[in-house]
C-alpha cells in the first residue's frame, strides 16, 4: 500500500520539464480542499460553492509551490545545470538537478530563488486581498489573504538555515565561498537541520497536546520528522564517505592516448564508448582530461592534424585524486572542478581508474 501511495506520475511538461507528484499528494489534495472549505462555510451557505472554493485555493496553493521549485529549475538553467524534473510531495516539492551546483555563486544563486518567487507570491496575492477588500467579497479576500500568508510563512521557513531547506544551501554556499571544505560545510548545515527538525516535532507536540490544535501540531509534526530523515541522511552520506577509499567505487579507466588525433578519437574512440569525459594518458600516465563540449568546439577542418595533447584540459590538481584518498575528497572535486569526473592515480602517477558523479548516486 505505502509503495503504491509512493508511486509517481506525471502532472504535465513545462518548459521541457517533467513535473511529477505522487499518489500522496493527492490525499492531501483531498484534506486541504476539505479544510479549507470548512473554514469558509460560515461566509458561504451552500456546501458545493465551499468545496469548489476550496479546491480551487488548494490549487492555487500548489501552483504557488510548482511556482518556487519552477525558481529554483530557472536559475539553474541560467546557470548552466540541466534539470532532470520538479516532484511536488506533500510536504513542498523538489527540483532535481542532473549533477550538483559546481560552485558557491551557483549554489546560491539556485537557492535564493525559490524563496524569492514565494515572498513575490505572498505581495502579488496581497494586492489582491487590496482589491478584493475594495469589492467587497468577503469569501474571495479571505482565500486570498490566506494564500499570500502561507507564501510568506513558505518563503521564510524556507530560509531557516538548515539543509536540506534553501536556507540551509545558502548558509551552505557561504561557507563554501568562505573557504571551508564543502563536506564539512554540508555536515554543519545538516546538523543545522536536525536542530530545525526537532524544533519543529516539538512545537507539533505543544501545539497538540497542550494548545489542543491536533491538526496544526500533527502536521508540524509530520514536517518535522520529514527533515530530520533529509538531514540525517545527507550526514550519514558524507561521513560515510569520509572512510571509504576511491579504488572501492571507481571505474576501471578508459584513457585515449595523448598522441591521438582528434579525427581518429572521433571515428574509433567515441563510437565505442558514449561518455562526456575521457582521461587522457601518455603510456599509463595521467596527462589531462578530454572534454567532448570542448572537442565540439573545434572546427572539422583541424581534427587530422590536431591531437588529443592540444584538444585536453591539461592536468591540474582538481582532475585528479590519489587511490588513498576517501570518496568524500572525490566528490568535493567532481561538484567543484566544472567537469564532473576525476581520474584516480596512483602514487607514482600512473592512471588506475576515474570516478565520475554517476558513480557516486549508484554508490549512494
Not at 549533477?99 to 537557492?111: C, G, N
Not at 502536521?219 to 561521513?239: K, N, P, Q
Request: charge should be neutral; proline fraction near 3%.
Amino acid at each position: 500500500m505505502l509503495r503504491l501511495l509512493k508511486r509517481q506520475m506525471t502532472l504535465a511538461t513545462v518548459s521541457g520539464i517533467p513535473v511529477r507528484v505522487d499518489h500522496r499528494w493527492i490525499l492531501v489534495l483531498i484534506l486541504m480542499t476539505a479544510i479549507t472549505a470548512a473554514s469558509i462555510q460560515s461566509l458561504n451557505q451552500h456546501l458545493f460553492g465551499s468545496i469548489i472554493l476550496g479546491l480551487a485555493a488548494t490549487c492555487l496553493f500548489f501552483l504557488s509551490i510548482f511556482l518556487h521549485e519552477y525558481a529554483h529549475a530557472v536559475v539553474a538553467k541560467i546557470e548552466g545545470l540541466r534539470v532532470v524534473e520538479i516532484v511536488l510531495h506533500p510536504f513542498g516539492g523538489l527540483a532535481r538537478f542532473a549533477h550538483p551546483p559546481e560552485t558557491a555563486r551557483t549554489e546560491f544563486r539556485v537557492a535564493i530563488a525559490g524563496p524569492a518567487a514565494s515572498f513575490a507570491l505572498a505581495l502579488l496575492f496581497a494586492g489582491f486581498v487590496a482589491v478584493s477588500t475594495y469589492l467587497k467579497t468577503d469569501i474571495l479576500t479571505l482565500i486570498l489573504f490566506l494564500l499570500s500568508l502561507t507564501n510568506l510563512l513558505v518563503a521564510i521557513f524556507n530560509l531557516l538555515p538548515g539543509y536540506p531547506l534553501d536556507g540551509g544551501r545558502v548558509l551552505r554556499a557561504y561557507l563554501w565561498k568562505q573557504g571551508r571544505d564543502l563536506n564539512e560545510a554540508t555536515i554543519l548545515t545538516g546538523r543545522c537541520g536536525q536542530v530545525i527538525s526537532i524544533g519543529m516535532i516539538v512545537l507539533g507536540l505543544v501545539l497538540a497536546l497542550v494548545q489542543g490544535e491536533y491538526f496544526m501540531g500533527l502536521w508540524a509534526v509530520i514536517i518535522g520528522a520529514f527533515l530530520l530523515d533529509s538531514a540525517t541522511a545527507i550526514i550519514r552520506e558524507v561521513g560515510s564517505e569520509e572512510n571509504i577509499r576511491v579504488d572501492s567505487v571507481m571505474m576501471l579507466p578508459v584513457p585515449v592516448s595523448s598522441d591521438l588525433t582528434v579525427q581518429r578519437f572521433i571515428d574509433e574512440v567515441l563510437p565505442m564508448h558514449r561518455r562526456t569525459v575521457f582521461t587522457v594518458a601518455a603510456g599509463d600516465r595521467f596527462m589531462g582530461m578530454l572534454i567532448l563540449e570542448d572537442v565540439k568546439a573545434i572546427p572539422s577542418d583541424r581534427w587530422r592534424a590536431m591531437t588529443l595533447q592540444d584538444a585536453m584540459r591539461k592536468h591540474a590538481s582538481e582532475h585528479f585524486v590519489r587511490i588513498e584518498n576517501s570518496v568524500a575528497d572525490a566528490r568535493s572535486l567532481i561538484e567543484s572542478n566544472g567537469i564532473g569526473t576525476v581520474a584516480v592515480v596512483s602514487d607514482d602517477g600512473r592512471l588506475v581508474g576515474s570516478i565520475s558523479a554517476g558513480n557516486l548516486r549508484k554508490h549512494a
